[in-house]
């Protein structure tokens, strides 16, 4: 009896080595997938756009329609401007709203806030553009920078609230108990003691944000619009990589689709550098508070 029953066991932990082992296997595939489908597509673009990138490209303003040459600094300069202001609407209004579903989500309110918020986060980008047309350029009557940065905000808030109210969360009570101690105001506790703990990670929530309004094509094309040229006023039309990106795949110009290949790696690369930015901050963050 005591052989059948070891028997039993043995095949028993047999058969969960066997299925562990595919499972991981199974994952470890998985995860295989992913990076090369990544480096397929950064390989593809590198393949079709490094040739084309030099300094023209970073300094020259688009030629004319059907001309050779030229390039994207006046959507470079655009799209910086664009994430500037859109980080102005996007940061005090998530993270305002992180915070409070954090520290006041007790109260009812703060559960539909936290459900308005998960449905914004699935709401197309197209329809964000639709909105900001509607209460940005028809009053103002023109497309304008200050109409798509406000788009790329609308866009930033869901992201930055939804990481920031994580972020906040991890804070240890026993700060906040300290704080409230001392006779401290609960603004005063938020200020000083909880956002400066969790700024690492609210800072890696807003560049995620950043980097992934950062190429947005749909919100832009109604409402900055595109400007062949330097956009000298925020009311004006400006240009911005991706539209210019879009704008020369679909043309039937073979320069211009040379132009958008390159394009495409400037925004990658843009991409690429705002998470690595966003990573060497938590970390040299984390080494400035071991530090202390």
């Not at 066991?9 to 994952?27: C, G, H, P, Y």
């Not at 980008?125 to 639709?130: E, P």
């Not at 047309?133 to 905000?153: D, E, N």
Request: glycine share 8%.
């Amino acid at each position: 009896m005591k052989d059948m029953i070891q028997s039993a066991f043995d095949r028993t932990r047999l058969q969960r080595e066997i299925w562990n082992k595919a499972m991981v296997s199974i994952l470890f595939l998985c995860a295989i997938s992913v990076l090369l489908i990544l480096f397929n597509i950064l390989w593809h673009l590198l393949i079709q756009g490094i040739s084309s990138l030099n300094l023209d490209f970073f300094t020259h303003l688009p030629k004319a329609v059907g001309e050779n040459g030229g390039g994207m600094a006046n959507a470079i300069v655009g799209t910086f401007i664009l994430l500037i202001l859109a980080v102005c609407v996007g940061v005090p209004i998530g993270l305002g709203t992180g915070v409070y579903l954090s520290e006041y989500a007790h109260h009812r309110f703060a559960q539909t806030v936290r459900f308005i918020t998960d449905v914004m986060n699935g709401i197309p980008s197209i329809v964000f553009g639709i909105f900001a047309y509607t209460v940005c350029v028809m009053p103002m009557k023109t497309f304008s920078a200050l109409s798509g940065g406000f788009a790329l905000g609308l866009m930033m808030i869901p992201m930055i609230t939804r990481t920031s109210e994580q972020f906040v969360k991890m804070v240890p009570n026993q700060l906040r108990e300290a704080g409230l101690a001392l006779g401290v105001p609960q603004w005063r506790v938020i200020v000083d003691i909880i956002l400066p703990s969790a700024i690492g990670g609210i800072m890696t929530g807003i560049m995620v944000a950043l980097a992934r309004v950062a190429g947005e094509t749909a919100p832009l094309m109604f409402t900055a619009f595109g400007n062949d040229h330097f956009s000298r006023s925020l009311i004006q039309p400006i240009a911005a990589m991706p539209l210019q990106v879009y704008q020369y795949a679909i043309s039937p110009f073979d320069d211009w689709h040379r132009q958008a290949w390159a394009g495409a790696v400037v925004l990658i690369a843009m991409v690429f550098f705002i998470n690595i930015w966003a990573q060497y901050f938590v970390a040299s963050r984390k080494r400035w508070s071991a530090g202390k």
